[in-house]
């Protein structure tokens, strides 16, 4: 299994082009001529896109790479999404190529967002989208903290810990630094704020995706909603009141 990871121009958006046995699935290809000079690149046929929710900056490319691709099956979780083929809903399970993936309901940024986990032998990703970034989430737009919780807590967070993370966006500094806001202690987040800066400001700049679960676990003040040191920041004992104070104060801080 390769992943090719593309960092878009537009709000730092990511596409990702997933390749197994000479076939290959894109994820949110919001740019497709970038996506298939991508494709072109690695000698493979694009098959399958994977959208993760309806919202342009994800979906906004799917009905122009269905205009140059023929025959190519969209999958998604929400009718809204331009040019789906086939809707799916969790524990779905598909197959491109060799890779076997996985469909994870995880509504609350939008009420049909679909993560996709992705194995292939010992290898194994999920692409998050909207839902787990870096050292994040996404915002509650259509949902709940009570589903941002089961999203992160119950089923992104029971992956296998070295699941490679690719969310949709570059948003790791900014996160890493509410984290840090949240976790003044927390070395971990100190450690992967220094990193990701590195890599940010190295020629030319590298991205700082993917993470991991097991990273996560330790950075993530989202996924971190039943540890003291959080609970005590958000002035809450319960870890769903906890993530709903979260977001409350995330939405309106301001890196310094």
Known sequence: MKTCS??????????????ADSVAAVVDPVEPDTVLK??????????????????????GGNKGIVNKVPNLTV??????????TRLVKHGDELSVGGLQISCLFTPCHTTGHICY????????VVFTGDTLFLGGCGRFFEGSAEQMHEALVNILGKLPKDTKVFCGHEYSL?????????????????????????????????????????????????????????????????????????????DNFKKK
């Open 6 to 19: 593309l960092t878009t121009d537009q709000r730092r958006e990511r596409v990702d082009v997933e390749v």
């Open 38 to 59: 991508a494709v072109e690149r690695e000698g493979v046929k694009l098959t399958t896109v994977l959208t993760t929710h309806h919202h342009w900056d994800h979906a």
């Open 75 to 84: 999958i998604g979780g929400d009718d809204r999404i331009d040019a789906v």
């Open 117 to 124: 986990y992705v194995t292939q032998a010992s290898d194994k």
């Open 174 to 250: 900014q996160n890493l630094a509410f984290g840090h806001h949240v976790e003044p202690d927390n070395q971990h987040i100190k450690d992967k704020i220094s990193w990701c800066k590195e890599m940010r400001d190295s020629s030319p700049s590298q991205p700082t995706v993917p993470s991991t679960i097991e990273e996560e676990l330790l950075i993530n003040p989202f996924m971190r909603v039943d540890q003291a040191p959080v609970q005590s920041h958000a002035t809450q004992t319960d870890p769903i009141e906890t993530m709903r104070a979260l977001r409350a104060e995330k």
